[in-house]
C-alpha cells in the first residue's frame, strides 16, 4: 500500500508496459511525461536488444559508470561522514556539553524533528531539486556545527554563561532539518537514478556498502575525537561537511524530473570532461 512498484521494475522485469505507464503517470503527475519517460524506456530497451548486465569490470573501466559510481559513493560517504550518527547518538552529552540541563528532552525533540522533516523534504524534492536540496543541507550543517562548537567552548570557559544551552539545543536542531532534507534522504534518491537497469543492482550495492563503513566509522571513532579534540571536534565536522559541499557543487548533476536516460546521456558527456565537472 505504502510501497509502490517501480516503474522500472515493472517495464523491464515484469514486462508490463501499462503497469509502468500508470505507475509513472501517478508518480509525476503528469500523463504527457509520463510517456516521454515510458519512450526512453522502449528505446532504451530496443538499443540494448539482448545484452547482458554489466559487468563488474565494466563497471570500473567504464568512464561514465566510473564517473557514476563515484558520484553515488561520494553521496553516500557525505550521509555518514557529516557526522550525523555523532550527533544523535551522542546528543545527550553533547547538549550537557554546552550546559543544557535536560539533554533527555532536547533528544527527544532532535530525534521527532528529524522524522517530520524527512517527510516535509519529499515534495521540496520535485520542486526545488535533488542538488539544490544537498547544497542547501550541507551548508545549514556547516553553520550549525560552528554554533555548536562555538557554545561548547563558550560553556567550557565561562560556565555562567546561560545563553550557550538555548544556542547548543537551536543550533542543533538546525542541523537535524538540514541533514533530513539534504544529505538524509537525497543520497538514495540520486543513486537509483544515475544508473541504468543493467548497472544499477551492482553500483547500488556498492553504495550501500560504502554508507555502512562510513556510518559505522563515525560511531567508532567520535568517543575518541571527543576525549582528544572536545569542542573542536564539531570543526573537524564542519570540515568534512565543506570537503562534500565542494563535492556536490563540482560533481553532482541535477537529476530533477529528468529520465534516467537523459541523466545517464548528461553524465557521460560529463565524463568526457577533465576535470569531469557539471560545469
Known sequence: ???PESPNWLYYNREREDLARAALTKLRGNAEKADEEIDEMIKERTAKGDSV???WGELFSSPNLRLALFIGLGLQCAQQLSGINAILNYAPEIFKGAGFDNADLATVITGAINVVMTFISVPLMDKLGRRTLMLLGLGGMVASYVGVAVAQHIHAASPDQKWTSPLSVATTLIFIVSFAIGPGSIPWLIVAEIFTSDSRGKASSLCVG???ICNLTVCITYKYLDNALKPNTFFLYTGVCLLFLAFT???VPETRKKPVEQICREIKDQSL???PTVF
Open 1 to 3: 500500500m505504502f510501497c
Open 53 to 55: 548486465m554489466v559487468s
Open 210 to 212: 560504502a554508507n555502512w
Open 249 to 251: 557543487l563540482l560533481f
Open 273 to 275: 570532461k577533465c576535470p
